[in-house]
């Protein structure tokens, strides 16, 4: 069998949780009146592999699966998207995660996840397949997937790949604290991998627990210190903030009502990536870019990731490249 390397040079790799987010059919009301829920496959680094993938670039994902139904549901969604499977590994060991999500009357939600264990955080290191690297455009991956279980072993394997192979790794804490029992260790956990990235998406609610900072003017200093190139911080409604350190950026938040935000901020991420990578840059390029390139690729995030939010679930709701242009946006 041919490489991903080979059939797709440039591409990004995800790695990390891939689950079902449990929809339900009524927003603004208690739990408990919700009658039904409709399934669809989500997991932040599956979400940005698709959003690329959407988008035209080509894109792979690392993780594993129950051998059940939603599992068998997932890797087919992101077939359909666009998103190689190939390396997705499927185990009886465990099942496929699930996420069942509250949606406010403003569309935003909160979670209550099934996965003790779920397969995917089962997924080790010598799963992941060094092969996929040489030629890739970059890694992806967030915090959920990096608790103390044998997934975040596999996450450290991955990104000593990309080093290897020059590939741009990015980094979206994405934090969910209901996952942990520690909030400390959380911190400390997130804080372990900001070193390790090229990129990091930081956003408003989640800058003073990870910097200790309020003002992300007074957190760079010490993330850029600490060897990350490009820091994304969003604003939600407010838009979005790119830095590197001689260039900064900003576009303004996509005006829209807000259906379901699930999965906006991963739309917004695929989005930028791709965007960077029709610009040509690299990891050695990465802290060149002006600040109307930094402008101009936060516009295109945040008008997709906006687009986003007028439908319900994630993967379904991301616009394509086609659309995007369309709708006067060009990758």
Not at 40 to 49: D, F, I, Q, S, Y
Not at 103 to 129: C, H, I, K, Q, T
Not at 213 to 235: E, K, N, Q
Request: aromatic letters at 10%; hydrophobic letters at 40%; glycine letters at 8%.
């Amino acid at each position: 069998m041919n490489t991903m390397a080979n059939r797709y040079p440039g591409a990004l790799i995800g790695i990390g949780e891939a689950l079902i987010d449990m929809i339900p059919d009524k927003s603004g009301v208690a739990f408990s009146e919700i009658e039904n829920f409709a399934p669809r496959t989500g997991g932040a680094p599956a979400n940005v592999c698709a959003a690329f993938a959407k988008l035209g670039g080509s894109s792979l994902m690392l993780t594993q699966l129950g051998d059940d139904l939603f599992g068998k549901k997932i890797a087919s969604d992101l077939e359909g998207a666009g998103v190689d499977t190939s390396h997705i590994l499927f185990t009886d060991e465990a099942n496929t995660a699930l996420a069942f999500v509250s949606l406010e009357p403003d569309g935003n939600r909160s979670f209550s996840f099934y996965r003790n264990p779920s397969a995917d955080m089962l997924y080790r290191e010598e799963s992941v397949p060094a092969e996929v690297f040489k030629g890739a455009f970059a890694l992806h991956f967030c915090s959920v997937s990096l608790g103390d279980f044998p997934m975040k072993e596999a996450h450290i394997r991955a990104i000593e790949y990309a080093r290897t192979n020059g590939v741009i790794v990015s980094f979206d804490p994405n934090l969910r604290f209901m996952l942990w029992d520690d909030r400390d260790a959380l911190q400390k956990t997130v804080n372990e991998f900001i070193p390790r990235c090229d990129i990091l998406k930081i956003s408003d609610e989640e800058l003073e627990f990870i910097t200790g900072r309020s003002s992300i003017d007074d957190a760079l200093p010490a993330l850029f210190d600490s060897g990350v190139r490009l820091v994304l911080y969003t604003c939600g409604a407010e838009g979005a903030y790119a830095y590197t350190k001689s260039a900064s950026g900003y576009a303004p938040a996509l005006k829209v009502n807000a259906v379901d935000t699930t999965g906006a901020g991963d739309a917004f991420i695929g989005a930028f990536l791709r965007r960077l990578q029709s610009l040509g840059v690299t990891t050695d390029t990465l802290g060149d870019l002006s600040s109307e390139e930094l402008s101009e690729t936060l516009r295109f995030s945040c008008a997709y990731s906006g687009m986003s939010v007028t439908s319900t679930g994630a993967i379904p709701s991301y616009p394509s490249a086609s659309e995007m242009a369309d709708a006067g946006y060009e990758v």
